[in-house]
Every structure is written in C-alpha cells, then in structure tokens.
C-alpha cells in the first residue's frame, strides 16, 4: 500500500527553526505534485506550500510566504518543508499530501488524495 511518512515536527521556541520531511514509498510519486498541509487544534486543515512535480513550481500561503521553503528530492522520493521564524501560530498537525492528478500542483485540499499519518508542530512564545 503506498504511503506517505512525516517527520521531524517537534517542540520549538519561536523564531526556531524546523525542518520537516515526507518519505514516499513508491517511486511514482515523483510525478505528482506535493502539498504540506496543516491543522490547529479547532480550526479546519489549511495550505501551507506545494511543489510540482519536478520542483520547478511552488506555492506558498501568504502567513508562511517568506519563512517556509518547500522542497523535494525525487532520487530519494521525500519532499521538505524547511520552517523558520516559527511562531506561536504555526503550531499544528502538520501533513503532507500526494496530488490525485499527475503532473498538477495546487494549494487546493481537494486536489489531494493521499495523506501521511501527519507529525505534530508546537511553538512555544
């Protein structure tokens, strides 16, 4: 069964940084986009950033434009989230995703259908 694994989320201090990384299990997720999302406690799961399917082409929410770079390395099939100037804010379940659709990227959830177990973000003023 294909899978998605995060980690490296843990507990920070604010304006620490994080790196958090997504192993695939299959090689063929090299030809899908990449999408971090995350989820606080209440509220509903957001964007954060997405990669295409080479690299070439991210997006970024506006609250992380600035302080979060996406990434991916396809010979190893695992995708990053390099996190800096962490905020109190930025304290989630953070996920990573697979596109449905080869070849497309978006910040759209609903183009996503496959999903890590997620890794847990907090950061502490």
């Known amino acids: 069964q294909v899978q998605l694994v995060e980690s490296g989320g843990g507990f920070v201090q604010t304006k620490d940084s994080l790196r958090l990384s997504c192993a695939a299990s299959e090689r063929t997720f090299s030809a899908y986009g990449m999408g971090w999302f995350r989820q606080a406690p209440g509220k509903e799961r957001e964007a954060v950033a997405a990669?295409?399917?080479?690299?070439?082409?991210?997006y970024y929410a506006d609250s992380v434009k600035g302080r979060f770079t996406i990434s991916r390395d396809s010979a190893r099939d695992t995708t990053y989230l390099q996190m800096s100037v962490l905020k109190p804010e930025d304290t989630a379940v953070y996920y990573c995703a697979a596109s449905q659709v080869p070849f497309y990227t978006s910040l759209d959830l609903n183009d996503y259908t496959r999903w890590g177990q997620g890794t847990q973000v907090t950061v502490s003023s």
């Open positions: 990669i295409s399917w080479n690299g070439e082409i991210t």
